[in-house]
């Protein structure tokens, strides 16, 4: 099957141009201006006043988010479709420790019963630890055959088995090493944040708003100044998740300046959203914006969007968590510290993020690209195959129109969550259409592909944080 795309403007990070692009099969075939004649194609689509944009790469996701903390599978890969209606074509999910079960085992049961016949994009995974049994350490040395080329670790979270401890850190920034894997870090200090959040629950000071108020800045600073140390005493390259201030991007500019290979991302509700949310009155509105780190002040937000433009970040993830407000935020109605972290946003990372960013003057159409699509690729090690408009890629496209005017509505792009923290903000451009491997996924912004058309992607070792992204 032939699919061509005729007459849209071609968008990628480097480049602007009008053109087409012949698809076959799953893979471009070819890319130009006027490259062959519409007999061609078994499949026309006319992209004429349209963008055409390489798929959307999320590398911060957490679909089927609760499983390793019971029974409950909230908001799995049958969601995926959201992500897919909103633009994003492959997302590199984490993958918990689900009981009992080490990082491997894990990995495969995520591939071959949660997102099986379920999953609407494709994806690649994040080791993630979530139970220091000893065993996961030499499981490290087996990711190159699996195809993981991260893992995930959590400074904060102590009390909880998400903690990981600065000894099992550094052993896995050694293991790490050894395979060419990248270590992405939750980094806050966990131990002064159980101290700030014991002090608020002593003055009952119990409401969502003192989240933010017991997870200051400096909390993530420090995290990341440790992270960032011993990371450069190892050598490991190492990737900060879900940057949120100033300070802790002072932290990562001051490690780089000392020559330790530490980069990082941010994510659209940190670009987007100030921690204010936080002091509405009714509970379930303040809860669906507990997330960690905190959300922070508009200074913060300024010098998020000055650090993706200067390179200190390279990507924006949407750190998607799909947690109601209905039932499971409830279990911190009467205590902040009891509601689980988390807010869905996989399908708003494109069109917020055209919003605020492009439109609202802040970065380029190519830094646009490069942020949400190329440079998450190549960190993840899935570049070219992802994240590209090349001969060879992928036919991963996103058909983008640019004069859509309009407002974020849950009902046009349900989560699988009864929220959408961007419910009722005005969005400029629109995802028309999206193809999956050559396969129309999405049209006129309606899902139109089958669950189950998305396939595991394994990622190469020694990414883009070893080669320089
Ligand atoms: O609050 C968040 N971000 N929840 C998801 C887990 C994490 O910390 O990334
Ligand atoms: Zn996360």
């Not at 990070?13 to 194609?41: M, P, T, V, Y």
């Not at 913060?300 to 799909?322: F, M, P, Q, V």
Request: charge should be negative; glycine fraction near 12%; hydrophobic fraction near 35%.
């Amino acid at each position: 099957m032939k699919t061509l795309i005729k007459n849209g403007t071609i968008i990628t990070d480097r480049n602007e141009f009008q053109g087409d692009i012949l698809i076959e099969g799953e893979k471009i075939a070819a890319i130009g201006r006027s490259i062959c004649d519409e007999k061609e194609g078994d499949r026309v689509i006319d992209a004429g006043g349209k963008l055409v944009m390489p798929g959307g790469v999320d590398q911060h996701t957490h679909f089927s988010a609760l499983c390793n903390v019971g029974d409950k599978d909230t908001a799995g890969y049958e969601t995926t479709d959201s992500a897919i209606v909103g633009g994003t074509t492959t997302i590199v999910d984490f993958a918990p420790q689900d009981p009992g079960r080490g990082l491997l085992d894990s990995i495969d049961y995520r591939i071959n019963v949660r997102a099986k016949d379920k999953a609407c994009v494709d994806f690649s995974l994040h080791a993630m630890v979530t139970d220091l049994m000893d065993s996961i350490f030499d499981e490290i040395d087996l990711f190159p055959e699996k195809g993981i080329s991260n893992i995930k670790i959590f400074m904060a979270y102590n009390g909880s088995p998400l903690h990981v401890d600065d000894g099992s850190y550094y052993r896995i920034l050694e293991n790490a090493k050894k395979v060419g894997a990248t270590v992405f870090v939750h980094a806050e200090n966990g131990e002064i944040l159980d101290f700030l959040r014991r002090e608020c629950v002593k003055k009952g000071q119990l409401t969502p708003k003192y989240h933010y108020v017991s997870r200051p800045p400096f909390t993530e600073a420090e995290g990341v100044r440790r992270a960032a140390y011993l990371a450069g005493k190892v050598g490991t390259p190492l990737y900060v998740a879900h940057v949120t201030c100033r300070e802790a991007l002072d932290e990562i500019k001051e490690a780089r300046g000392k020559g330790i290979n530490v980069n990082g991302e941010t994510c659209t509700h940190y670009l987007t959203t100030t921690k204010e949310v936080l002091d509405h009155p009714d509970f379930n509105e303040a809860a669906k914006f507990v997330c960690s780190p905190a959300l922070r002040d508009q200074e913060d937000i300024e010098a998020l969007w000055e650090a993706l433009n200067n390179g200190l970040l390279t990507g924006i993830s949407s750190d998607h968590c799909g947690i109601d407000v209905a039932e499971l935020k409830q279990a911190g109605r009467d205590d902040f510290t009891q509601i689980p972290n988390g807010a869905p946003g996989a399908g708003d990372r494109f069109s917020m993020i055209w919003t605020y960013g492009v439109e609202g003057g802040r970065i380029s159409r190519q830094k646009f690209v490069e942020l949400i699509s190329t440079k998450p690729a190549k960190i993840n090690g899935i570049f070219p195959q992802k994240g590209a408009l090349e001969v060879g890629s992928d036919a991963d496209i996103v058909i983008f129109d640019p004069s859509w005017e309009g407002t974020v509505r849950l009902a046009d792009n349900p989560n699988g969550v009864d929220y959408n923290i961007y419910e009722g903000r005005k969005q400029t451009g629109k995802v028309e259409t999206v193809l999956l491997r050559g396969n129309v996924a999405v049209e006129g912004g309606k899902f139109v592909g089958n669950h189950g058309m998305g396939r595991f992607v394994p990622a190469k070792m020694y990414a883009g944080c070893y080669s320089g992204i």
